[in-house]
């Protein structure tokens, strides 16, 4: 249980953190993988997953007020993967209800931080009720600043991703192109990096994925390609600020190479 005094001690050490650090190395791009609701509920006792979800969405707005005020321009979050929707209605429903309340929520938060928001993912999977919140959401929202970008990704599949791609690239092509090997020639690296759900937005330069798994499970399979990866012990609802500063200083430090 926190108390004040160790509120203090840990923004003291926020404090200190900020100063080991320099904010021109940050990420251009975070991408965040908000895991461990479900084990969190069990280690804190709560009644129903549900109450995790909760926890999870409110930490996500702060984790919005830390990216603004730490200037990181994009921020991508997968919040239910597309392997989630295989779950049963009596766990999915509620998980659907928490997103649909936090939809109405966050339009006024990426308004006062200049935010864009869109959504990502196997949207058509998804019942018409979230679909309609996140269109909502958009629509409130407004188009924001060009430098800042919130992306939710929701019944998303990385290889999901890569397919809608290629499928995308070869309808576009076959439109100009009709013999079978010319059309092969021309399914390139660039043709299929425009096609990917979020083409506009930087690749990543930084993934995070809490709760103690060392994978991504797909996670913006093609753009994380030399994105520099941080895995947290931390379950998502319990996720600080003071271990996303860690995660930042861990990527300050480290030297990019880009596979060079």
């Given at each position: 249980?926190?108390?004040?005094?160790?509120?203090l001690?840990?923004r003291?050490?926020?404090?200190?953190?900020?100063a080991?650090m320099?904010?021109?190395r940050?990420?251009?791009?975070?991408?965040?993988?908000l895991?461990?609701?479900?084990?969190?509920?069990?280690?804190?006792?709560?009644?129903a997953?549900?109450?995790?979800?909760?926890?999870?969405m409110?930490?996500f707005?702060?984790?919005?007020?830390?990216?603004a005020?730490?200037?990181?321009?994009?921020?991508?979050?997968?919040?239910l993967?597309k392997?989630?929707?295989s779950?049963?209605?009596?766990?999915?429903?509620p998980?659907?209800?928490?997103l649909?309340?936090?939809?109405?929520r966050?339009?006024?938060?990426c308004?006062?931080h200049?935010?864009g928001?869109?959504f990502?993912?196997?949207?058509d999977?998804?019942?018409s009720?979230?679909i309609t919140?996140?269109?909502i959401?958009?629509?409130q929202t407004?188009?924001?600043?060009?430098?800042?970008?919130?992306?939710?990704?929701?019944?998303?599949?990385?290889?999901q991703?890569i397919?809608?791609?290629?499928?995308?690239?070869?309808?576009?092509l076959?439109?100009?192109v009709t013999d079978?090997?010319?059309l092969?020639?021309?399914?390139?690296?660039?043709?299929l990096?425009?096609?990917?759900?979020s083409s506009?937005?930087?690749?990543p330069d930084?993934?995070?994925r809490?709760?103690?798994?060392?994978?991504?499970s797909?996670?913006?399979?093609?753009?994380?390609a030399?994105?520099?990866?941080?895995?947290?012990?931390?379950y998502?609802?319990?996720f600080?600020?003071?271990?996303?500063?860690?995660?930042?200083?861990d990527?300050?430090?480290r030297e990019r190479?880009?596979?060079?």
């Amino acid at each position: 249980m926190t108390t004040p005094f160790t509120s203090l001690l840990y923004r003291i050490y926020e404090r200190r953190l900020l100063a080991q650090m320099d904010a021109s190395r940050f990420p251009r791009h975070v991408g965040v993988i908000l895991d461990g609701h479900r084990r969190y509920a069990r280690q804190s006792g709560l009644p129903a997953y549900t109450d995790s979800y909760w926890e999870g969405m409110r930490r996500f707005e702060k984790f919005i007020d830390w990216s603004a005020e730490l200037q990181i321009p994009a921020i991508t979050a997968w919040a239910l993967s597309k392997d989630n929707l295989s779950r049963s209605a009596a766990e999915l429903d509620p998980i659907y209800e928490v997103l649909i309340s936090f939809f109405e929520r966050i339009p006024k938060r990426c308004r006062q931080h200049g935010m864009g928001l869109r959504f990502i993912g196997s949207l058509d999977l998804l019942p018409s009720g979230l679909i309609t919140a996140a269109k909502i959401a958009m629509e409130q929202t407004g188009p924001g600043s060009r430098d800042r970008n919130l992306t939710i990704a929701m019944g998303y599949g990385g290889r999901q991703e890569i397919v809608d791609a290629c499928r995308n690239l070869v309808a576009e092509l076959g439109a100009t192109v009709t013999d079978p090997v010319q059309l092969a020639e021309k399914i390139d690296h660039e043709g299929l990096a425009r096609h990917m759900y979020s083409s506009d937005l930087p690749d990543p330069d930084l993934l995070i994925r809490t709760s103690g798994e060392s994978r991504l499970s797909g996670f913006l399979l093609w753009q994380s390609a030399y994105a520099e990866f941080v895995f947290a012990d931390v379950y998502w609802p319990a996720f600080r600020r003071v271990d996303y500063l860690r995660a930042l200083r861990d990527f300050s430090r480290r030297e990019r190479r880009y596979g060079r």
